[in-house]
């Protein structure tokens, strides 16, 4: 392994391909399906901000709308409102790169305003009013298949999961550059758990490398999904860390770029000795 240049801007912070990284999740919501509202009040969330970032966190990603199945939609305001309650707070406490778990535009630029380096945007599709505001501030932009549909939607890829997530990769890139957004501002993400079954998430991790672009940068999600459950019988998403890891390390090794955490302790133990043995 080595740097071949691909890089990940977002506003004045830029990561780099010479080693990987570790993304902790920040739920400030009371119904996520892994920490079930641990972090909804602010002071829990602030606390937790900083003890991801003494573990070892190279970003925190903040979410105030949670997309589990079955969860509560809330309106941009109420988002906002669970945002404006701690994003300040730990935009002072660290100069890492910080992204906001979003996909409504509003609420994307109200982050970009207030500490946000980066938006994690799950809708599934180009978004012109994002991609604007991705433009304006010089953003960073992660974007994730999950085929525009709630994400307990079952879809029957009739070309196959791995098809249908580089065809995704190939339109969105497409529309990114002629946006005019640089495409190291872009972090792609093949959207593990998101309208696809365990027979699809399964498929798409075995052959995640064909989907990988060898000049974008790339994010895997796996941390305590349900297929996770599903492959290694726990049932309580909490005990499903040890699994995490290592699919997590066997997307590293297909050329993930950066692995979004629930745990970032453990995943930071095992970023150290990926980066040691194939990166340093």
Known sequence: MYFTGKVFKAKAKTLDDSKAYVMGILNVTPDSFSDGGLYFRPE????????????GADII??????????????TDKEEMRRLSRVLPEIRKMTDKIISVDTFNPETAEYSLENGADAINDVSGKFNPEIASLVKKYGAGWIITHTSNVKSETEIKYKKGVCYSVEQFFDEILKDVEKFGIDKNQICLDAG?????????????????????RPDVFFLTALSRKRFVGYLSGKENACERDIASRYLELLSLEKGADLIRVHDVKSASELIKVYNSLFKD
């Open 192 to 212: 593990f758990g998101f309208a696809k079954n365990n027979s699809d998430n399964i498929e798409l991790l075995k052959n995640l490398e064909t989907v990988i």
């Open 61 to 74: 990603d903040v979410g105030a709308y949670s997309t589990r199945p079955g969860s509560e939609e809330i």
């Open 44 to 55: 829990n969330a602030i606390k937790h901000a900083e003890e991801m970032l003494k573990d």
